[in-house]
């Protein structure tokens, strides 16, 4: 099934989406490894040794320092839900050592909202969970045509 691509780009889209199990009319070249196609930790390490097999591309620049920069540790906190659960846990235990908890109840709620709203990405847990630079399928049809990595990196901090 062709969408109008040029052949390469097929090629990457087809093995993408084989190596992840989704139909290729899920996905685009827009369509981000991580963030919508799921891709984390040793699967993102077997997608890419095999990536660099199937279309001989060199992959030395992105296993090295720039690895962290598109995938983040194994593992991260699950998000709004258990990031939540802590922050009252944490909460909890601080108010009833200090003495009552029924007096703390509005600073719960408070974080409780707070760290619903903004999950992983609020201040201070964004320490922990760095923010990481997408790779979209363009990327890899990019690196499939150059026969080497070619995003650059381009992250706060970095």
């Excluded at 983040?72 to 258990?82: C, D, I, T, V, Y």
């Excluded at 909890?92 to 109840?105: D, E, P, Q, R």
């Excluded at 499939?144 to 650059?152: F, I, N």
Aim: aromatic share 14%.
């Amino acid at each position: 099934m062709s969408f109008g691509y040029d052949p390469l780009a097929e090629r990457v889209l087809a093995f993408t989406a084989q190596q992840r199990g989704v139909a290729v009319e899920k996905i685009d070249l827009l369509s981000r490894l991580v963030e919508d196609l799921g891709l984390h930790g040793d699967d993102a390490i077997e997608f890419f040794d095999a990536f660099s097999r199937e279309f001989d591309v060199n992959l030395d620049a992105l296993h090295g320092k720039r690895w962290k920069h598109h995938f983040g540790p194994e593992a991260q906190p699950a998000g709004p839900p258990l990031v939540a659960i802590f922050v009252l846990l944490t909460l909890f235990v601080t108010a009833s050592i200090i003495g009552g908890y029924l007096g703390w109840t509005w600073l719960w709620f408070l974080a409780f909202v707070a760290t619903w709203l903004f999950g992983s990405k609020a201040w201070p847990l964004r320490l922990l969970v760095p923010d990481t630079v997408p790779i979209t399928v363009q990327d890899l049809v990019d690196a499939a045509a150059a026969g080497r990595w070619v995003k650059p990196v381009h992250s706060r901090g970095s």
